[in-house]
């Protein structure tokens, strides 16, 4: 089993439309919990950074972080084409050495 | 401009030839990271570095090499032992301190024929 598991997508939607990204983790010691967005051939851009449990909320992005069920998510909200792109997941327990990324779900929104 | 460059973007090389990947910042972070992306396997590790004249294997270092003599930078080398470099490479940093997250470059494209 993975640490990090991540939907591959795609995922359509039209623009405006609000948008829910997902990863699963297994590990209970993971405490900082980041989101990702890569557009194609380019480097992982850093959107949300989350320490703990909790929402954190940054213009039309909310990321979730439920602890309990190991599970966090991104939002996006009045969603548009230039959000195209592959969001990637990733988390850590605290080591600096060690981050586990999800394999990204690829985002298509539709003029 | 505060930020993580690398260079060259696009590099093509011969089978067999080394070749040096640039990874320069600005950021004053202490730690330093190389990763190899593929498509449909994710991020992985190859070499960290947490201070200068120090760095440890990841979890591909085979075929790799690096230094860290500099906090700014950190040079990867994709020497004839990998046996497919053919892949987009990123260096990341970390400012520890100021918490546990890595920024990325804008990556390197390998291509090796």
Aim: hydrophobic share 30%; charged share 20%; aromatic share 14%.
């Amino acid at each position: 089993q993975k640490e990090v598991e991540q939907d591959p997508g795609p995922l359509s939607v039209p623009e405006g439309a609000i948008v829910s990204l997902n990863c699963t983790y297994s590990n209970s010691a993971f405490q900082y919990f980041m989101w990702y967005r890569q557009y194609s051939r380019k480097g992982p851009e850093l959107l949300m950074y989350t320490y703990s449990s909790g929402n954190k909320e940054d213009g039309r992005f909310t990321a979730q972080v439920d602890k309990s069920s190991k599970y966090i998510s991104l939002f996006i909200r009045d969603s548009q084409p230039s959000d195209s792109a592959t969001y990637l997941c990733a988390m850590s327990a605290g080591n600096f050495n060690k981050f586990y990324f999800g394999s990204g779900t690829k985002l298509n929104v539709k003029p | 401009d505060g930020g993580i460059t690398q260079s060259p973007k696009y590099l093509f090389r011969k089978e067999g030839q080394n070749v040096t990947l640039s990874c320069e910042q600005n950021l004053n972070h202490d730690a330093m990271y190389w990763y190899r992306q593929d498509p449909g396997q994710g991020l992985r590790l190859i070499y960290y570095s947490q201070i200068v004249n120090d760095f440890q294997k990841g979890d591909i270092a085979e075929g790799y090499s690096v230094s860290r003599e500099k906090k700014e930078s950190f040079p990867l080398t994709v020497t004839s032992a990998q046996k497919n470099p053919t892949a987009f490479y990123l260096c990341a940093s970390n400012p520890l301190l100021a918490g546990n997250t890595i920024y990325f470059g804008e990556g390197s494209w390998l291509t090796v024929v």
